[in-house]
């Protein structure tokens, strides 16, 4: 992906702008009260097979990195493919519906869209929304002396796996679909009122992928406490198994020597680490001083987890120290 956009043609973007060049997952544009405009798109093929949770999954994983800037979603478009000659529409209806169903609990309408035919399905969001002048969150401002917070369990990649490969039990699956779904509106409406340094969503790249960025854009290292992150029930044992997609391998690889990993970790618990996720969790990183009163918020809106997993310090050798 980083190939593509380095071969883009410039364009000349207005100060005040923000886009690709960040790598933050919103474009921002500023509006004439001093507020910002945040916009972002997301969509995916299917990851379970019930079409009303897939679409429920996809429009919550698109609204995230709204909630991830501190912004408020205002209304949704639709963006979908769909093989219409192979499945009857009414499939197409379902997934909108778990879509609708999604923006319902945001708050947001959906305003209307867009469907191609193609031989695999694919459902989305391009989600518009806003952010107050100045409160916007980014994942380049991490400071020293903050510590990491993470608002849901890790393991939805692994989890897909086994799904695919038969391994994964009813009620497993359940959870699962339960966590892609939940949007992380509670996490984003938690963090009003706090002095929050930076925050990011865990999605693709996994959580040692995400916290890296964090590190890296904001010229900080991080440790982490194996023991301390939250993962979704039974993914230790599919971990062990072998039962690891191959998005998380890559992401692995790819962020492997910029972290620094204790003797007493094995394999597969690097990987569960770097576990690509769906829908993830938002990564806050927050001054010590504030954390707790963070914590007891995250707990009164239910989040789906809010335990402390590493702490933020001076820039050193490596990005990560995972212990
Ligand atoms: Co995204
Ligand atoms: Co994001």
Redesign the pocket.
Known sequence: MKKVLEGLDEQSIPDGLMGFSTH???AIYPLPDGSKLIQ?VDFFTPIVDDPFEFGRIAASNSL??IY?MGGKPLFALNIACFPSDELPLEVLTEILNGGISIAKEAGIPILGGHTVKDKEPKYGLVVSGIVEDGKALKNSTAKPGDVLILTKPIGTGIISTAIKRDKAPSDMIQTAIEIMAQLNLRASTSMEGISISAC??V?GFGLLG?LSEMCKNSNVSATLEFNSVPFIEGVFELAQNGIIPGGTKKNLNFVQDDIDFSDILIDYQKLMLADAQTSGGLLISVPLAHSQELIAKLKDNHALAYSIIGQVYNPSDKLIYVN
């Open positions: 933050d997952d919103c972002t995230s990195d991830a990011t969503d999605t995400h």
